[in-house]
Antibody
Framework: QVQLVQSGAEVKKPGASVKVSCKAS????????MHWVRQAPGQGLEWMGA????????SKAQKFQGRVSMTSDTSTSTVYMDLSGLTYEDTAVYYC?????????????????WGQGTLVTVSS | EIVMTQSPATLSVSPGERATLSCRAS??????LAWYQQKPGQAPRLLIY???TRATGIPARFSGSGSGTEFTLTISSLQSEDSAVYYC?????????FGRGTKVEIK
């Protein structure tokens, strides 16, 4: 069965960076785009960006351009999301989520499997 | 970017009754819409994609309809385990955006 397992909670100071990992199993890892979505406390969902785990190409929401980096390691079936210049407004649960479409086709841009979430708290 | 507006913000429904949730897009998105269910402390779960196709393992009491700018999620006979927040998401136009959610409570 498909599983996405994320790294544990983080506490960071303003201005710092955080790196969240997402390890995939149960399917052919490089064959599906992986997205990152975040949710601030008590708030809705916000799409941050996506990565092609095979080639490494990425697409990022305008809001996060210049601050977010997404990478993949096919040897360990893991994707990473690195967010820099943290502010209090970046306190949120960060999710990785799989696009169901195979890379040989046009992505669907919805998300069929989600990681359990990683809470990132920005606090001085 | 496309703004997704969900209504109502909260819906209180008795067990066995029908729940109807609405989602409106600020511009036409064809049928490129997904619905998710999120329970407290859990990740969202995909319910519906392409506006009306149930995801794998989703009970038949969940159904989606609509196209263009107006969409509906219907829970035909509400069960206690359906208490959750429901989000719509447009997958037509970058960046992919979500509504603010409808909270479904059991009366």
């Amino acid at each position: 069965q498909v599983q996405l397992v994320q790294s544990g909670a983080e506490v960071k100071k303003p201005g710092a960076s955080v790196k969240v990992s997402c390890k995939a199993s149960g399917y052919t890892f490089p064959s599906h785009y992986m997205h990152w979505v975040r949710q601030a406390p008590g708030q809705g969902l916000e799409w941050m960006g996506a990565i092609n785990p095979s080639g490494g190409s990425t697409s990022k929401a305008q809001k996060f351009q210049g601050r977010v980096s997404m990478t993949s390691d096919t040897s360990t079936s893991t994707v990473y999301m690195d967010l820099s210049g943290l502010t209090y407004e970046d306190t949120a649960v960060y999710y990785c989520a799989r696009d169901p479409t195979h890379l040989t086709q046009i992505p669907n841009y919805y998300f069929d499997y989600w990681g359990q979430g990683t809470l990132v708290t920005v606090s001085s | 970017e496309i703004v997704m507006t969900q209504s109502p913000a909260t819906l209180s429904v008795s067990p066995g009754e029908r729940a109807t949730l609405s989602c409106r897009a600020s511009q036409r998105i064809s049928s490129n819409l997904a619905w998710y269910q999120q329970k407290p402390g859990q990740a969202p779960r995909l319910l519906i994609y392409d506006a009306s196709t149930r995801a794998t393992g989703i009970p038949a009491r969940f159904s989606g309809s609509g196209s263009g700018t107006e969409f509906t999620l219907t829970i035909s006979s509400l069960q206690s385990e359906d208490s959750a927040v429901y989000y719509c998401q447009q997958c037509d136009n970058w960046p992919w955006t979500f509504g603010r959610g409808t909270k479904v409570e059991i009366k």
